[in-house]
């Protein structure tokens, strides 16, 4: 059977490790548990509880998308939601959202953000920072 990267088969089961450890059974998914004297209506408590936590061994996390995978959108230029570039612009944004609700209480500081920059002695980190900020008036 061809191996795939990440330690599993074309079936996507994970692989048995070779040796002394190809036997272990502590990597499989665990069931759910019993109580062995549970009052009235324990169980069914302890039931419920289990089913909403991920038991060990079975993963509760999506796969990261990964800069190499295709995209989901198609149809959609890279610089939709941007202030330039195709696609549309930062009005395609909510704008009941933390980060436009932030950015509208930062643009009345552009002005002293503006000055700060102007300094000699201010670094270009920030000076990159003020230019990002006034993209989004």
Do not use: C, H
Request: glycine fraction near 8%; hydrophobic fraction near 40%; charged fraction near 15%.
């Amino acid at each position: 059977m061809a191996q795939a990267a990440g330690g599993f088969n074309n079936s996507g089961q994970p692989l048995s490790p070779p040796g002394a450890m190809s036997q272990r059974t502590d990597m499989q998914a665990q069931g759910a548990m019993q109580l062995p004297d549970a009052a009235y209506g324990e169980q069914q408590d302890f039931q419920a509880i289990q089913a909403g936590a991920a038991m060990a061994g079975m993963p509760n996390t999506p796969m990261p998308v990964r800069l190499s995978d295709p995209t989901m959108n198609p149809d959609e230029p890279v610089t939709a939601g941007a202030p330039v570039g195709d696609g549309p612009g930062l009005d395609a944004l909510p704008t009941d959202s933390p980060f436009s609700q932030d950015m509208q209480m930062i643009a009345k500081y552009i002005p002293q953000f503006e000055a700060m920059a102007a300094d000699e002695n201010t670094p270009e980190t920030f000076r990159l920072f003020v230019r990002w900020v006034r993209s989004f008036r």
